[in-house]
């Protein structure tokens, strides 16, 4: 329940961060929050910091080539919060991700939820 | 563009929560009485001669910080942030002319879903009164002269003054992003009038304060234990037809602590005007 409860509250919240203060820093616009990816890839980088933060991952293509997605999260205040830390995902992590990607199809996205290589989500209720 | 918004986060918080949620049009919690699930709260606490003391977290009551928290820990009202964004988004003002065109102008953008610019994004303090959302959450510092209210988002403090019974002259007077605030007690209630906000400082839609001759007027009151309102009164006879009400509800949390949040550290996604780009 609480798990479904978060997705839906943080659907409309993404979609509507734009005319309020609900991200409290910018609007998520450039992200298509009516489309979900899940994504597998390798962590090249996580960025703790605010006002957001970010996971650079690497993401093989239909090709199985390496691609770099640039994934925007909420703040370290909130994640951390939720059961993250600034060490939660290391270089070199395998990881699933669900993301809004973006609208222009550029490889990115805003991060929904985080999986680990062990089936764990990170932060329980993202 | 404001009210389906609202209306989305509504419907999108009664969907997370099922059948019964009981929140009023204008996003204020209906229903039973609140009850309180966190125990006591500051109050009885009271600073030496009597006057409530708040000192401590609060944050939005089921607001951003709750919504990840399931429920809001006060019965009746749910988590999430349905209670939280009309408060942040509220009714626009009437405004008298060239005010209302502008406004006007910037729903109309709005609602053809145009990102604003925003100065927030740049990273600029949220300035009174819109710092009054306290997103993240909200310290509370007492002391017999000094209340100062630390909003977590972008760090910003404002200081009501309660030893000072006026302001200072208008050609004394600095414009400032949280402005001058001098407070008082009306029993329990901290009444403060507030002057000298920057005419930048937004407000609503990215609009700023027209000019610096705004008052803004607020009732600090305990409807709980552990939930505490702030009414505010905005006051410009050349700017609103009447004044602009709004109330933001705080819920006591002393789980949390406030934390440091600095926007400029990463800002690496918006462009020179404050909207998002990719």
Known sequence: MRSKSFGWIMAALLSCAGVGTASAHHSFAAFDTTRQITLTGVVKEFQWTNPHCWLHLSVANGEGQAEEWQLEALSPNVLGRLGWKKNSVKPGDKVTVLVNPTRDGSRGGALISLTDANGNKIGGRT | ?278
């Not at chain 2, 509504?10 to 929140?23: D, E, N, Q, S, W």
């Not at chain 2, 429920?71 to 349905?82: D, L, M, N, Q």
């Not at chain 2, 145009?114 to 100065?119: A, D, F, M, P, T």
């Open chain 2, 1 to 278: 563009m404001a009210a389906p918004c609202v209306t989305r986060i509504l419907v999108a918080t009664a969907l997370a929560l099922g059948a019964g949620l009981a929140i009023g049009a204008d996003g204020t919690p209906t229903g039973p009485p609140m009850t309180l699930k966190h125990g006591p709260g500051p109050s009885p606490a009271r600073l030496p001669g009597g006057r409530p003391n708040w000192t401590g977290f609060w944050v939005p009551l089921g607001g951003l910080l709750e919504a990840y928290r399931g429920p809001s820990g006060v019965e009746g009202v749910p988590g999430g942030i349905a209670v939280n964004i009309p408060h942040a988004d509220p009714t626009a003002p009437e405004m008298k002319s060239p005010y209302k065109e502008e406004l006007s102008r910037m729903l109309q953008s709005s609602a053809r879903g145009e990102e604003l610019s925003s100065k927030e994004a740049l990273c600029f303090p949220p300035g009174m009164p819109k710092m009054m959302v306290m997103v993240y959450g909200m310290e509370v510092l007492q002391t017999p002269n000094i209340v100062a209210m630390s909003s977590e988002w972008q760090s910003a403090t404002r200081r009501i003054w309660m030893d000072l019974k006026a302001h200072p002259p208008e050609d004394e007077l600095e414009d400032t992003y949280a402005g001058h605030s001098i407070g008082h007690w009306e029993g329990d209630v901290l009444v403060v009038d507030t002057v000298g906000v920057r005419p930048d400082v937004s407000y609503f839609y990215g609009m700023s304060l027209p000019h610096g001759k705004t008052h803004v007027i607020e009732r600090f009151h305990q409807t709980a234990a552990d939930v505490l309102v702030d009414d505010v009164t905005l006051i410009d006879g050349d700017v609103f037809v009447k004044p602009w009400v709004k109330a933001y509800t705080y819920h006591y949390r002393p789980d949390l602590r406030i934390q440091e949040y600095e926007c400029l550290d990463n800002n690496r996604n918006v462009d020179e005007q404050g909207k998002s780009k990719f």
